[in-house]
């Protein structure tokens, strides 16, 4: 009976090592392991090489061999407030291709804008021994995130964010001159009753919105009545029941700026409920750029600013904080990327007559 020779065949991926890599690339092993980490300073041919002859052989890295040896899981942690909301959608897939490329696992945790939930993911994140952080925090006056953030040494970059600006490196849109165009826009079309509709001064956007409106009018000269703002959420339904308040005043406002782009839809329900037409009766001006700004009827002037460049920036930032610890180098200052805003003006507003 003839003998089969169990070693005929192609070596199982399980039992190929490193060295056999190497062997087959005509490189070493250290720079077998650089290619694997998408160290940038391989080059370009030796890289193909090397990828080339894992490709061959079958050769598969251990993920968890690696993190031992190099106390790197290859992994970023990111914590966003609502990933219903479209702006942070596109925010989460911008960090994702960036980290990507890096050969890094993109972990995605949804505190729905609860401080207590925060307070549960960020432990839950550090324990799972992630390299980095992308962080939205719900509370920036909550003392327990401040607290929190300060005391970790995992790197960490926040996104729309300004928590402990002296420490803490940081990716935000200028919400402030998104605003002050709004407002000037519609000052120079004759408004001058302009009701804000937006969120709360415990996170940066609501600050900075309501800075830019007061900001505008300061600069034009004009004065806002107080009695036009709304600054309390940012959801659709407080949308809702904030433009019919200000819709029933006996001076109500004959625009109205949205501070956040879920509001629009809030917007747009109590505007068919009391029968009013945009832009007829009241313009709008929405902050956000979405798909129901776009085809709404009439399509909605909004603020925009490019959400998945500044989900890039957040994880470029990142990486080099990253690279900056392992490599043993001291802590720099914290870096602030500010990304600009513009209007794009649609058919939501009109000339006031």
Same mark, same amino acid.
């Given at each position: 009976?003839?003998?089969?020779d169990s070693t005929r065949?192609?070596k199982q *991926?399980?039992?190929?090592?490193? /060295?056999?890599v190497a062997?087959? !690339?005509?490189?070493s =092993? %250290?720079?077998?392991?650089r290619? #694997?980490?998408?160290?940038? *300073?391989?080059k370009?041919?030796? /890289?193909q090489?090397?990828e080339? !002859?894992?490709?061959? =052989? %079958?050769?598969?890295?251990?993920? #968890?061999?690696?993190?031992?040896?190099?106390?790197?899981?290859?992994?970023?942690?990111?914590?966003?407030?609502?990933?219903?909301?479209?702006?942070?959608?596109?925010?989460?897939?911008?960090a994702?291709?960036?980290?990507?490329?890096?050969?890094y696992?993109?972990?995605?945790?949804n505190?729905g804008?609860d401080?207590?939930?925060?307070?549960?993911?960020?432990?839950?994140?550090?324990?799972?021994?992630?390299?980095?952080?992308?962080?939205?925090?719900?509370?920036?006056y909550?003392?327990?995130?401040?607290?929190?953030?300060?005391?970790s040494?995992t790197?960490t970059?926040l996104?729309?964010r300004?928590l402990?600006?002296?420490?803490?490196?940081?990716v935000?849109?200028?919400?402030?001159?998104g605003?002050?165009?709004?407002v000037?826009?519609?000052l120079?079309?004759?408004?001058?009753?302009?009701g804000?509709?937006?969120?709360?001064?415990k996170?940066?956007?609501?600050?900075?919105?309501?800075r830019?409106?007061?900001?505008a009018?300061k600069?034009?000269?004009?004065q806002?009545?107080?009695?036009?703002l709304?600054?309390?959420e940012?959801?659709?339904?407080?949308?809702?029941?904030?433009?019919?308040?200000?819709m029933q005043?006996?001076?109500?406002?004959?625009?109205i700026?949205m501070?956040?782009?879920?509001?629009?839809?809030?917007?747009?329900?109590?505007?068919?409920?009391?029968g009013l037409?945009i832009?007829?009766?009241?313009?709008?001006?929405?902050v956000g750029?979405?798909d129901l700004?776009?085809l709404?009827?009439?399509?909605?002037t909004?603020v925009r600013?490019?959400?998945?460049?500044?989900?890039?920036d957040?994880?470029?930032l990142?990486i080099?904080?990253?690279?900056?610890?392992?490599?043993?180098?001291p802590?720099?200052?914290?870096?602030?990327?500010?990304?600009?805003?513009?209007?794009?003006?649609r058919?939501s507003?009109?000339?006031?007559?």
């Amino acid at each position: 009976m003839p003998k089969i020779d169990s070693t005929r065949g192609p070596k199982q *991926a399980s039992t190929v090592t490193m /060295r056999e890599v190497a062997k087959e !690339a005509d490189v070493s =092993i %250290g720079t077998v392991s650089r290619v #694997v980490n998408k160290h940038p *300073a391989v080059k370009p041919y030796i /890289r193909q090489r090397v990828e080339a !002859a894992i490709a061959k =052989i %079958g050769w598969q890295p251990n993920a #968890v061999a690696q993190s031992m040896r190099t106390a790197s899981t290859k992994m970023i942690g990111c914590i966003l407030p609502d990933m219903s909301n479209p702006l942070f959608v596109a925010v989460a897939k911008g960090a994702e291709a960036a980290l990507r490329k890096h050969g890094y696992a993109f972990i995605l945790s949804n505190s729905g804008g609860d401080p207590d939930r925060d307070l549960e993911l960020f432990p839950l994140l550090m324990q799972r021994r992630v390299d980095g952080l992308l962080y939205c925090p719900s509370d920036e006056y909550d003392e327990r995130i401040w607290e929190m953030v300060r005391t970790s040494r995992t790197p960490t970059v926040l996104i729309e964010r300004e928590l402990l600006p002296e420490t803490c490196d940081y990716v935000v849109s200028n919400q402030a001159d998104g605003i002050k165009q709004a407002v000037e826009y519609l000052l120079s079309i004759g408004h001058v009753r302009i009701g804000l509709v937006a969120g709360q001064s415990k996170i940066r956007p609501g600050r900075e919105r309501y800075r830019g409106f007061v900001e505008a009018f300061k600069n034009a000269g004009v004065q806002f009545d107080p009695e036009l703002l709304r600054l309390e959420e940012m959801t659709a339904e407080y949308a809702y029941h904030a433009v019919q308040s200000l819709m029933q005043i006996s001076n109500p406002p004959t625009a109205i700026i949205m501070g956040g782009n879920l509001m629009l839809a809030g917007t747009l329900r109590a505007c068919a409920y009391r029968g009013l037409q945009i832009p007829r009766d009241v313009s709008i001006i929405a902050v956000g750029d979405t798909d129901l700004a776009e085809l709404a009827s009439p399509p909605i002037t909004t603020v925009r600013w490019n959400l998945e460049a500044m989900g890039r920036d957040a994880a470029e930032l990142l990486i080099t904080r990253i690279r900056a610890q392992a490599d043993g180098q001291p802590r720099t200052e914290p870096k602030h990327i500010v990304v600009p805003t513009e209007i794009v003006l649609r058919r939501s507003c009109a000339v006031l007559r």
